[in-house]
C-alpha cells in the first residue's frame, strides 16, 4: 500500500510503502518476505507518525495553557481536569468562543 503526502514539510515525492497483509501471511507460513527497503522505509514512515504525535501534544498543552490563562479560574487544577476530559476539537472551540467574546467585549 502506498502512503502519499506523509508530511507537509517533506519535499521528497517518492511514495511510502508500508508493509501489507499478504507479508504477515508470509511470515506466518514460510520466512519474513521483506526487503530492507521496504523496512526503511516502514522507518521512515514511523519517525514521521512519532512527530506528528508529538506535535499534536505540544498544540494540545499550548491550547489548555491559552485557556486558563484567558479564563484564570478559581479552581485551576478542576478546570484542566474537564479540559483533559475533552477531545481536542471542543477545546479548540472552546478558546474561539473566549476570544470572541473577549473581543466583543473590547
Known amino acids: 500500500?502506498?502512503?502519499h503526502s506523509v508530511s507537509f514539510d517533506d519535499d521528497a515525492e517518492d511514495?511510502?510503502?508500508v508493509f501489507s497483509g499478504y507479508d504477515l501471511v508470509l511470515t506466518h507460513v514460510d520466512g519474513p518476505d521483506l526487503d530492507w527497503e521496504e523496512v526503511a522505509e516502514r522507518s521512515a514512515?514511523?519517525?514521521?507518525?512519532?512527530?506528528?504525535?508529538?506535535q499534536v501534544a505540544v498544540l494540545e498543552e499550548l491550547i489548555?495553557?491559552?485557556?486558563l490563562y484567558l479564563v484564570d479560574p478559581a479552581d485551576p487544577e478542576g478546570y484542566?481536569?474537564?479540559l483533559d476530559k475533552e477531545t481536542i476539537s471542543p477545546r479548540i472551540n472552546k478558546?474561539?468562543?473566549?476570544?470572541?467574546?473577549l473581543a466583543f467585549l473590547r
Do not use: W, Y
Open 1 to 3: 500500500m502506498a502512503i
Open 64 to 67: 489548555d495553557e491559552f485557556i
Open 95 to 101: 478558546l474561539e468562543r473566549i476570544l470572541g467574546d
Open 45 to 54: 514512515l514511523d519517525e514521521r507518525r512519532g512527530l506528528v504525535i508529538a
Open 80 to 82: 484542566q481536569r474537564n
Open 15 to 17: 511514495d511510502l510503502c
